[in-house]
């Protein structure tokens, strides 16, 4: 089988051995060719993103005997290519409500949906960024990007990792390990990674929350040029106000224990955005009323201890 996923491509190198549950998992991973043809043919064709339904969703997580509520009764209908942001204070189920659209928890009450098909477990139709890299660290940022094709058998995985470190401005970088890169290449890796099999949804959480302030206005700033260009959905956490406003279409702003929806807010400022908008008198109208709601929210979470 030409396509067949060999380890022996990702050396233990970069100063980090390749574990052995990771060869475990490519083994059990090896795509069936008769998919390949279709996912590829699919990940050309995929130029919108996908629509995201989150209906009556509730998380609960229980510590020893006592139940938190991380999420409650969201609802939100998410546009194919639409931006939106999850804001709110720390702790208030921002992560829980992205994971479980992911499918990376099951929600304990209602579904989500993904193009009308439901989440249950993660897939290839959501891609993730974290706040820090999960990059393979034995691998260079070119065998990160090329992992996820070569797992679905995309016979193009090495254009498309070419093309996407073009897209994030590291191409001089394709052979150098994770930890030889600064914070913000890393996470421009986890972008191009995330992005390389075309998923019509990305979500990401807080991923420039790590980074000096002058890295995460460029970066934010990049992923609009990179949102642009994929058309993808996008869920984006953060508990920034101002990189909330600037990035999305839509904010939703969060309450705290129980996590639920406080309010929607409509980002009416125009496209492409520049962080001069920033200055305006209409982002700083956004800003004062999202800080008021938030400002609140943080308050019950200190009082709360
Ligand atoms: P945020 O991302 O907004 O900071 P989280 O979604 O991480 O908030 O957490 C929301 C609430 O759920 C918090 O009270 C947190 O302690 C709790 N929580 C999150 N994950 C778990 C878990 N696996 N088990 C128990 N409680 C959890
Ligand atoms: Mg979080």
């Known amino acids: 089988m030409a396509n067949r996923i060999d380890v022996r491509e990702w050396p233990a190198a970069g100063g980090v051995a390749r574990p052995r549950a990771f060869d475990r998992m490519a083994a059990s991973l090896a795509p069936k060719p008769a998919l390949r043809a279709d996912m590829e043919g699919a990940r050309r064709a995929a130029s919108v993103g996908a629509a995201i339904a989150i209906e009556g969703v509730s998380v609960r997580f229980k510590r020893r005997a006592v139940e938190v509520v991380a999420v409650k009764d969201v609802d939100i209908r998410i546009r194919p290519g639409e931006f939106v942001a999850l804001l709110g204070p720390s702790g208030c189920g921002k992560s829980t409500l992205l994971n479980a659209i992911g499918g990376l928890i099951a929600p304990t009450a209602g579904s989500v949906t993904v193009d009308g098909r439901g989440v249950r477990e993660p897939s290839a139709a959501c891609g993730f960024v974290f706040q820090h890299h999960s990059l393979f660290p034995w691998m260079t940022a070119r065998a990160n990007v090329t992992f996820g094709p070569k797992m679905l058998g995309y016979a193009r995985a ?3 990792a070419r ?19 600064s914070g913000g290449m890393q996470q421009r890796v986890g972008i191009a990674r995330a992005l390389a099999t075309r998923p019509p949804v990305l979500l990401m959480d807080e991923p420039f929350g790590a980074l000096d302030a002058q890295t995460r206005s460029i970066m934010q700033e990049e992923l609009l040029k990179i949102w642009s260009e994929f058309k993808t959905t996008v869920v984006f956490v953060t508990h920034d106000v101002d990189e909330a406003i600037f990035l999305s279409d839509r904010v939703f702003v969060m ?14 400022l125009g496209r492409p955005r520049l962080p001069d908008v920033m200055a305006s008198a209409k982002f700083g109208a956004l800003r004062k009323r999202v800080k008021a709601l938030i400002r609140h929210e943080s308050m019950k979470v200190f009082e709360a201890g």
């Open 158 to 160: 090495d254009e498309i």
């Open 163 to 181: 093309e996407l470190l073009a897209l994030v401005g590291l191409e001089k970088f394709a052979d150098a390990y994770p930890n030889q890169l």
């Open 255 to 268: 309450r705290a224990a129980p996590g639920a929806i406080k309010e929607e807010i409509a980002i009416d």
